[in-house]
């Protein structure tokens, strides 16, 4: 938070470190190294206003950067809305007050709760899992019963560095439950599908 807080809101070189898939990851950048690297934050907002869904969950608000550019996604469509949710009780009233001082509050239900007990009514269009990397997989596999067998499910740090969410996405494919796509970015990008389709 105090990363963020010094920058004030602008761009500084992203921070991880090269991997094989992404070799200079120099050429991103970020608002600081909890929020999405800002080309991703890009790629939510552009996702949006190309898929049009009708319901965007995420995991793991933080400051509600990420929350805010799908927010602006759905803005653009003229409809849906996004369930959020922040666990930390001083960092969910940041991204509280970021999102009410911003012209997008309508668009988004957040939430000071964890994702594994969040309860979300209705079928998931876009699913975007960012909360903390020990329980992606927990997460996704809550979830999925829920997602739109066309929508897409996105898990942010799935670089070959960081292992974690890139196992447990490997693991979901071979278990049949999900297809996977790894966008090379400098933590790693999952966007993948349930099986069932
Ligand atoms: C990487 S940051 C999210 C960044 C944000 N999505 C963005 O790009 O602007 C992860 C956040 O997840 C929160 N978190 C960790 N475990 C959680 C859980 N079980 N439920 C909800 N949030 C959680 C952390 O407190 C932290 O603020």
């Known amino acids: ?87 930390d009780p001083v960092v969910f009233a940041k991204a509280q007050a970021k999102i009410a001082a911003s012209d997008l509050s309508s668009w988004i239900e957040l939430r000071n709760e964890s994702s594994l007990e969040m309860q979300i009514d209705g079928v998931i269009d876009l699913l975007f899992s960012d909360s903390d990397m020990a329980i992606r997989a927990e997460e996704i596999r809550r979830f999925l019963p829920q997602m739109n067998p066309h929508g897409l499910i996105l898990m942010h740090d799935a670089s070959s560095h960081l292992k974690v969410v890139r196992e447990a996405a490997l693991k979901m494919e071979a278990e049949g439950l999900l297809s996977v796509v790894f966008l090379p970015t400098p933590r790693g990008l999952v966007v993948a599908q349930r099986r069932d389709r």
């Open 1 to 87: 938070m105090r990363q963020a807080e010094q920058a004030q809101g602008s761009l500084l070189p992203e921070y991880h470190r090269a991997t094989p898939e992404c070799p200079h990851p120099d050429r991103w950048s970020m608002y600081d190294s909890m929020t999405a690297e800002a080309e991703v934050l890009e790629f939510l907002r552009t996702l949006v206003t190309t898929v049009k869904p009708e319901l965007v969950v995420e995991t793991g608000a933080f400051l509600g950067v990420s929350t805010l550019w799908i927010a602006e996604g759905l803005k653009r469509n003229n409809r849906g809305k996004i369930v959020s949710c922040e666990l």
